[in-house]
């Protein structure tokens, strides 16, 4: 079965950075666009960032555009979130994302930007 698996989470100090990773199974990764969303307390869910089957095309939310990177690595099934700059208003919990005729998450990781 489709199973996403996000690591990388945790506590980073304003302007600090962090990577995700996201460690996908259960389909063939390579035909498959992927995408990171948040989570924070009280807000919706938002898509942060993108990323077409082979990478070609990528889409980032306005609030993140120029700090965040999106990355996957076919060979690995894996896709990656690269944040750098970190502010406080980037406390989430992040969530990996692929749609194969349905919609299928992660379970999520914490990230806390905080001094």
């Known amino acids: 079965q489709v199973r996403l698996v996000e690591s990388g989470g945790g506590l980073v100090q304003p302007g600090g950075s962090l990577r995700l990773s996201c460690l996908a199974s259960?389909?063939?990764?390579?035909?498959?666009?992927l995408g990171w969303y948040r989570q924070s307390p009280g807000k919706e869910r938002e898509l942060v960032a993108s990323?077409?089957?082979?990478?070609?095309?990528?889409n980032y939310a306005d609030s993140v555009k120029g700090r965040f990177t999106i990355s996957r690595d076919n060979a690995m099934n894996t896709v990656y979130l690269q944040m750098n700059s970190l502010k406080p208003e980037d406390t989430a919990v992040y969530y990996c994302?692929?749609?194969?005729?349905?919609?299928?998450w992660g379970q999520g990781t914490q990230v806390t930007v905080s001094s």
């Open positions: 990323i077409t089957s082979v990478g070609e095309i990528t």
């Open positions: 259960g389909f063939t990764f390579r035909l498959y666009g």
């Open positions: 994302y692929t749609n194969i005729l349905d919609d299928y």
